[in-house]
């Protein structure tokens, strides 16, 4: 899960090539690195730290001239995090350089072979053991420097996206992908050319890309042109598709806020509005869904829903499966990816299979699709990033519009991911009739008032910010929630998890008596989602059972709540909305809470430690 940008051109790379690792670093930061093309050679600075350590290096080295550049910017697998494995890593003779994003699992057999004929090596990486075999296929086929890559990659088992470069071939690049990304931004006049993981690094210099698809290569060739190529035979791709490009520089920047992850929060009334606009007409009580209008034979005769995801993308299908379930009476499955790629599951044809994904890039969950492809699913992706692997490789979907979501800890993406699952919930419940058109007219009303409930609730801040003041050295912190606030109490948990690294955990509030009520004692915060419309009574009870045993209440409950502040040590209201759509509002201060407690403790908001924000290795 590494980042990668590159540039060739007519410019200084440098300034291009740092910056784009800088807007990449969400992808991994535990080392960086760059290698400049000047004065035929090639000049390498790396380091084990940040972009900004990089920057360092490259300064002490005087490391800042050439028109052609690559950096990377590393999320570790193969060899710890230190100067010499970072990227970029040249081969034997010095003459190519590499930077990588993925795996070469077949890498130890291939290395072993390279030293029975004399290669060396400096790092623990796979990586350079790649660039050390394109050396070697491209002395024994005495080929250029294509064919050398292709025929390479012919022998490699895993994943990559690669930029190589040979010092004596200066206005050449090759690039080439395998299940991790990889976008090529087109200059004007094809005068220049960037590469990069995705298109942030480039997006003020150019609208057009190209993103590689999987097993292809592209020889890239200044003031020239970009010609793709199948790895597996060599074969030309006639035309690959350039696309515009939506994203906006200014999406990608902080616009003022301490952190991506609070900018993200607070841009949710817009991301849901989004989400919905040109999809939630309320008044005519229609939902124009093109994704699902033109296969609702095919949701419609289903068997079952089956929803693949991760992480947070793994709880948004957990709120979506009460959804769909209870407003169109569709059984459904919500798997891990990563169990349900490896499990051998029961499939077929009659089934559908939603596959949610932020990044479109997670490697299991991308891996799980083309296993329910491969016994005949229909495939259905709810994706937000445009263009991404999962997005290309579904039958159909839908786009969350949240807009680019660079916080590691996500935030906006879930939201938009819930409205795009209730709008087709709501689709279905109406198109087989299990969802009266009372109902259904209510919700469609209920949800055009969401985003300004979710701006009204955004004032509790400051409030969740005391809060936070009083738990953030807490050890361990547990999250309850009944029906669809289940799966909420699960995301809350995450989030503090991953951002201020206390361990926590999400349960159904009736499960408490079933062991982690254990846990319970005057040390122990427990947030509980106590809603109106959720089984109130029930979960007040819950609430009782926790204030006997001395545990601290955070309580969220719906505005004008009377009876919860007389138990609970806090009490955070959320506008009163359908039970169904509440997860958009209760999730919030979840999201507020696990920020501020992790900023208390000093932890790194947008770059939590051993994370990254998507997953392309599994
Ligand atoms: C959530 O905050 C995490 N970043 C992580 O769990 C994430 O949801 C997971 O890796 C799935 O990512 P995706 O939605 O991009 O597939």
């Known amino acids: 899960m590494c980042g990668i940008a590159g540039y060739i051109g007519h410019r200084q790379a440098y300034p291009i090539v740092v910056n784009g690792l800088k807007r990449l670093e969400y992808r991994g930061y535990d080392s960086a690195g760059i290698v400049l093309y000047n004065d035929q050679k090639l000049n390498v600075s790396k380091t084990k730290g940040k972009v900004s350590d990089l920057e360092e290096i490259s300064n002490k080295d005087n490391n800042h001239i050439g028109n052609i550049g690559f950096g990377h910017t590393r999320w570790a697998t193969h060899g710890v995090p230190n100067d010499v494995n970072s990227h970029p890593h040249l081969s034997q003779s010095g003459e190519l350089a590499i930077v990588h994003n993925g795996i070469i699992e077949n890498y130890d057999t291939i290395k072993k072979e390279l030293i029975t004929r004399g290669y060396t090596f400096k790092s623990d990486t796979d990586t350079e053991v790649l660039i050390n075999l394109i050396e070697e296929v491209k002395k024994e086929n005495n080929c250029k420097l294509g064919k050398a890559v292709q025929l390479a990659l012919t022998q490699v088992i895993g994943a990559y996206a690669i930029a190589v470069f040979d010092v004596n071939k200066p206005d050449e690049v090759i690039v080439a992908r395998l299940g991790s990304p990889i976008a090529i931004g087109i200059g004007k006049d094809n005068k220049e050319f960037f590469v990069a993981s995705d298109a942030s690094p480039f997006i003020e210099y150019t609208k057009e890309a190209i993103y590689l698809e999987d097993q292809e290569l592209a020889i890239i060739k200044l003031d020239r042109d970009i010609r793709v190529r199948k790895v597996k035979d060599d074969s030309i791709v006639s035309s690959p598709e350039v696309l515009e490009l939506e994203m906006s520089l200014e999406q990608i920047e902080k616009g003022g806020y301490d952190h991506f992850m609070l900018k993200e929060i607070y841009e949710q009334p817009d991301a849901i509005v989004d989400t919905y606009r040109g999809r939630l007409l309320a008044n005519e009580g229609i939902i124009k869904m093109a994704g699902v209008d033109d296969n609702m034979e095919r949701f419609l005769n289903a068997n079952r829903i089956i929803i693949v995801a991760c992480g947070t993308s793994w709880h948004a299908g957990l709120v979506a499966e009460y959804m769909f379930e209870d407003f169109a009476r569709i059984p459904v499955e919500v798997e891990y990816a990563s169990e349900f790629r490896y499990r051998n599951p029961v499939i077929n044809e009659k089934d559908i299979v939603i596959a949610i994904s932020q990044s479109g890039e997670t490697a299991d969950t991308l891996a799980a699709i083309k296993l329910a492809k491969s016994k005949g699913a229909f495939v259905f992706g709810v994706c937000n990033v445009v263009g991404s692997s999962i997005a290309r490789e579904t039958d159909a979907g839908a786009y969350t519009h949240a807009g680019p979501e660079i916080g590691v800890a996500s935030t906006k993406a879930f939201t938009t991911q819930i409205t795009v699952l209730s709008l087709i919930a709501l689709k279905l419940g109406k198109a087989n009739g299990a969802l009266s058109n009372a109902s259904y007219h209510s919700y469609l009303q209920e949800m055009e008032l969401i985003p300004n409930k979710v701006q009204e609730l955004l004032v509790i801040n400051d409030q969740i910010e005391n809060i936070a003041r009083e738990y953030k050295d807490a050890p361990n912190c547990l999250y309850l929630g009944r029906g669809f606030n289940f799966p909420v109490a699960l995301e809350g948990a995450l989030k503090l998890k991953e951002i201020s690294y206390i361990h926590a955990e999400g349960y159904p509030a009736a499960e408490m008596k079933h062991g982690p009520i ?101």
């Not at 955070?572 to 696990?594: K, Y």
Request: aromatic share 2%; proline share 5%; charged share 25%.
């Open 518 to 618: 254990a846990l319970i004692d005057e040390q122990m915060p427990v947030v509980v989602i106590a809603t109106k419309k959720g089984h109130y009574e029930k979960v007040v009870s819950n609430i009782q059972e926790i204030k006997s045993r001395k545990g601290k209440i955070i309580a969220i409950v719906t505005q004008g709540d009377d009876t919860v502040k007389h138990i609970a040590d806090h009490v955070i209201e959320v506008p009163d909305s359908e039970e169904a759509f509440s997860p958009l509002l209760t999730t919030i201060p979840m999201q507020l809470l696990s920020y501020h407690i992790a900023l208390m403790r000093g932890c790194n908001v947008d770059q939590p430690r051993n994370l990254a924000k998507s997953v392309t290795v599994e």
